[in-house]
């Protein structure tokens, strides 16, 4: 029975390292678009209250946006860094220079 699940691991394993490339690249759009849509759900939706950070009010509304906008930006990055691996792997004709 353990060894079912441990090929069935494997197996799910051997399928999320074929999520590179192309695949990753076609994702790349969505995902952005969808934190764009949550950007846009959360200043609609949230009250535009005030918070005092560090002696200043902020908009509270801005709290939430910027988290996103890290999440956005890690996104971005981490894409970047695939590229680079791809490329030094000979998968692609570009050198981390031109990126």
């Known amino acids: 029975m353990r060894e079912a699940e441990q090929e069935a691991?494997?197996?799910?394993?051997q399928e999320r390292l074929k999520r590179t490339g192309a695949d990753l690249d076609k994702r790349f759009p969505v995902a952005l678009g969808l934190y764009a849509v949550l950007?846009?759900?959360?200043?609609?939706?949230m009250d535009a209250g005030k918070i005092m950070v560090m002696g200043?009010?902020?908009?509270?509304?801005?709290?939430p946006i910027v988290?996103?906008?890290?999440?956005?930006?890690?996104?971005?990055?981490?894409?970047?860094?695939e590229k680079i691996r791809r490329s030094g792997n000979g998968e692609?004709?570009?050198?981390?220079?031109?990126?």
């Open 9 to 13: 691991r494997t197996g799910l394993d």
């Open 39 to 45: 950007a846009v759900l959360v200043w609609f939706t």
């Open 56 to 63: 200043r009010p902020v908009d509270i509304r801005l709290v």
């Open 67 to 81: 988290i996103i906008a890290g999440l956005a930006l890690r996104t971005v990055l981490a894409r970047s860094a």
């Open 92 to 99: 692609s004709g570009t050198t981390p220079r031109s990126l």
